[in-house]
């Protein structure tokens, strides 16, 4: 009977391992849609009203970014050490954090021409990047599921 | 209050750690006082330089052009771009009314600055109670005369003319527009409570045309008198009767009327009296104490064979 009530909780552990997977992955690319629309909004504050970065920061809001706790911090500091500080919350690659650290590593340091080109470049990129994960997801959703289901199944049938 | 906690925050977070250092180090020892100290200045690839009493002091930290891009965009608070428009013109203003003049390599084309070399960080400081002199003058008929107050460069013009903004707005009780150009004027603690309008970022052609029509002053305050603009501006003021206070550039009255568009203010009877500003030197240092000379326009209209 306690062999029975553990394979059942080892497979519908396993199946929640898998929706979690799948769960960090929809976050991926719900934080890499955050940034890129973060970015496409900076840039239409500089080119329209040449607006400080603080203020632009302070009159944001995104739930994703406010979550993992990006906006909180650039209102207080800067994108390139609000970026820093809530690394361990973001769900997003190694090549795609270096590119948002490029970007706010440089950002604020020139004229409004060079910073209006230096935002669209760098939104084409991360919008490429949330494209090709909101491209993935679905599969990559159903592997997750599957996979967890399968493993708890499995682990299931051993313990018993 | 040591020197050192004196250094304006905005400075201290923006200068270069090393020269920052040097910086202390010069004011912990007491080899310069805080309230001598006018001007920082940095340039790419030489070294720092301070402005103390007037006098140049040459510093061991040269500044890189990485540590001079860092210090423009702290000045900025990391938005350069939103300083644009100033840079072109020469200056940026940096939190707490810190006024830095810049230059560097121009795009000649669209007016730009490519690449920021020099800086020049002017330190202001809350100078009172230094216009007693010009002060009372200035309300001896009761209504404010207009003045034009005068000196060689450096010597604290901008100084005087805060105080002076100051007092008629505050103790005065005068409706003063401050015409801040380049937001050297105003120092908050020196205005509050005060009946001050201030215009900042205007030209001061702009600002007194504005001022005029809009604000109703009992007094126009404004630095650095110069082209034919502020010279028309002036003129058209006068239409409305408004007194204006204003400073120029110039060692004497003589060398002041010479310069065509101050000459057209005299002619036009414009200023009631012009007052020239100086400072001795002890010891090498310039003394706190300002002297004035008063030349009312009569005597300079009877002196000297203009028309009046």
Redesign the interface.
């Known amino acids: 009977m306690l062999g029975y009530a553990g394979a059942l909780l080892i497979f519908a552990g396993g199946t929640l391992a898998g929706l979690a997977a799948s769960g960090m992955y929809r976050l991926r690319a719900a934080q890499l849609e955050a940034f890129c629309k973060l970015i496409a909004h900076i840039r239409a504050q500089?080119e329209c009203y040449?607006?400080?970065?603080?203020a632009i920061y302070i009159g944001y809001r995104n739930e994703v970014l406010e979550a993992c706790g990006f906006l909180g911090a650039a209102r207080t500091s800067?994108g390139a050490r609000a970026l820093e500080a809530c690394r361990g919350r973001l769900y997003i690659t190694g090549d795609e954090l270096c590119e948002l650290e490029k970007f706010f590593a440089s950002?604020?340091?020139?004229?409004?021409?060079?910073?209006t080109s230096h935002c669209a470049y760098f939104e084409k990129r991360i919008g490429d990047f949330a494209a090709a994960c909101r491209g993935e997801l679905p599969k990559r959703a159903r592997l997750c599921r599957t996979f967890g289901m399968l493993g708890g199944f499995l682990l299931a049938i051993l313990l018993l | 209050m040591n020197g050192r906690g004196q250094l304006p925050v905005v400075l201290t977070d923006s200068l270069p750690d090393v020269l920052l250092a040097e910086l202390y180090g010069l004011v912990d020892s007491g080899r310069i006082r805080f309230g001598d100290l006018n001007e920082v200045r940095l340039r790419t690839g030489r070294p720092a330089s301070l402005t103390c009493a007037g006098e140049n002091r040459v510093l061991a930290a040269k500044i890189t052009p990485a540590q001079m891009?860092e210090c423009v965009?702290r000045l900025?608070?990391?938005?350069?771009?939103?300083h644009?428009e100033t840079i072109r013109e020469g200056y940026l203003m940096a939190e707490g009314g810190l006024r830095v003049g810049v230059c560097g390599r121009c795009d000649e084309g669209s007016g730009?600055v490519r690449e920021i070399t020099s800086l020049n960080i002017r330190i202001p400081h809350m100078v009172r109670d230094v216009c007693g002199g010009v002060y009372r003058r200035c309300l001896q008929s009761g209504r404010a005369a207009s003045m034009l107050i005068y000196s060689p460069p450096g010597v604290g013009k901008t100084t005087l003319l805060r105080d002076l903004a100051a007092r008629l707005s505050g103790e005065g009780g005068r409706r003063v527009a401050l015409i801040d150009t380049r937001g050297e004027l105003y120092i908050p603690e020196m205005f509050a409570d005060s009946l001050c309008d201030l215009l900042v970022g205007y030209s001061r052609a702009r600002g007194i045309e504005i001022a005029t029509r809009t604000l109703s002053p009992e007094v126009i305050v404004c630095d650095e008198l110069g082209d034919a603009d502020e010279a028309r501006a002036i003129l058209s003021a006068q239409n409305t009767g408004v007194p204006i206070i204003a400073s120029a550039h110039a060692a004497s009255v003589g060398e002041l009327l010479r310069r065509p568009n101050i000459r057209m203010l005299h002619e036009a009877g414009i200023f009631d009296c012009y007052v020239g500003l100086g400072r001795e030197r002890i010891n090498g240092r310039l003394s706190r104490c300002f002297s004035f000379t008063f030349t009312d326009r009569e005597a300079l209209c009877s002196d000297m064979p203009v028309r009046c």
């Not at chain 1, 950002?107 to 910073?115: F, P, V």
């Not at chain 2, 900025?76 to 939103?82: I, K, Q, T």
């Open positions: 500089i040449r607006a400080p970065l603080d800067d950002l604020g340091r020139h004229g409004a021409g060079e910073e | 891009e965009t900025c608070r990391g938005s350069v771009y939103a644009g730009s």
